[in-house]
Nanobody, 121 residues
Framework: VQLQASGGGLVQAGGSLRLSCAAS????????MGWYRQAPGKQRDLVAL???????NYADSAKGRFIISRDNAKNTVYLQMNSPEPEDTAVYYC????????????????WGKGTLVTVSS
């Protein structure tokens, strides 16, 4: 299973940016999908998460500015970043809890390689 993220780059504060992450490989289903981020010298923290039933969970810093969504048919998760701030500068990692078989006994966590988002002031 591979997670391929795209959409990172340089954005001005107050602008917008959309991240995408597509999962591919031996996938029966995907439970949670989401985004984490890691700023230089800091730990990796949750940004937003969505369940297979489209329930969402956001970090306080993301609430009201970022929107997570997913397309189950494409095994893809998105993060719409609105009004980003310089403090949002980080490497963003996508995450997926992948179900590998019909019994659902085999579920594993997968991570993408990360995409850098830089927000200029």
């Amino acid at each position: 299973v591979q997670l391929q993220a795209s959409g990172g780059g340089l954005v001005q504060a107050g602008g917008s940016l959309r991240l995408s992450c597509a999962a591919s490989g031996s996938i029966f289903a995907i439970n949670d999908m989401g985004w984490y981020r890691q700023a230089p010298g800091k730990q990796r923290d949750l940004v937003a998460l969505t369940t297979s039933g489209n329930m969402t969970n956001y970090a306080d810093s993301a609430k009201g500015r970022f929107i997570i969504s997913r397309d189950n048919a494409k095994n893809t998760v998105y993060l719409q970043m609105n009004s980003p701030e310089p403090e949002d500068t980080a490497v963003y990692y996508c995450y997926a809890r992948v179900v590998r078989d019909w019994s659902r006994r085999y579920q594993y966590n997968y991570w993408g390689k990360g995409t850098l988002v830089t927000v200029s002031s």
